[in-house]
Nanobody, 125 residues
Framework: QVQLVESGGGLVQAGGSLRLSCVASGGTFSRYAMGWFRQAPGKERDFVASINWSGGHIRYADSVKGRFTVSRDNAKNTVYLQMSSLKPEDTAVYYC??????????????????WGQGTQVTVSS
């Protein structure tokens, strides 16, 4: 059983930056692909970014391409989401997730096996 804990959320002005972290425990981190998703109030959960076990395969949602960067440090059991040029529409609860198919960087939330509790990101205009 893998436990995921996100941190780094907060309140930021439009145009600002935040870095989210997600620390994994209870499993071999390098055996998992990782994803970031977000959910705004009243909306469905959306894919943001994903990264396979080695970092060699990365995907982004079109809405965040060029602004967000996903990375991982397998030695620290941590995946990051660097968010820049933030917009009010980026406001959401951000979740990290782990996929036992380590080679994958799927965009489909149903393919992920473990989820964190989420961290709130609020971007003011």
């Amino acid at each position: 059983q893998v436990q995921l804990v996100e941190s780094g959320g907060g309140l930021v002005q439009a145009g600002g930056s935040l870095r989210l972290s997600c620390v994994a425990s209870g499993g071999t981190f390098s055996r998992y692909a990782m994803g970031w998703f977000r959910q705004a109030p009243g909306k469905e959960r959306d894919f943001v970014a994903s990264i396979n076990w080695s970092g060699g395969h990365i995907r982004y949602a079109d809405s965040v391409k060029g602004r967000f960067t996903v990375s991982r440090d397998n030695a620290k059991n941590t995946v990051y989401l660097q968010m820049s040029s933030l917009k009010p529409e980026d406001t959401a609860v951000y979740y990290c997730a782990a996929d036992r198919r380590s080679y994958s960087a799927t965009t489909y939330d149903l393919n992920y096996d473990y989820w964190g509790q989420g961290t709130q990101v609020t971007v003011s205009s």
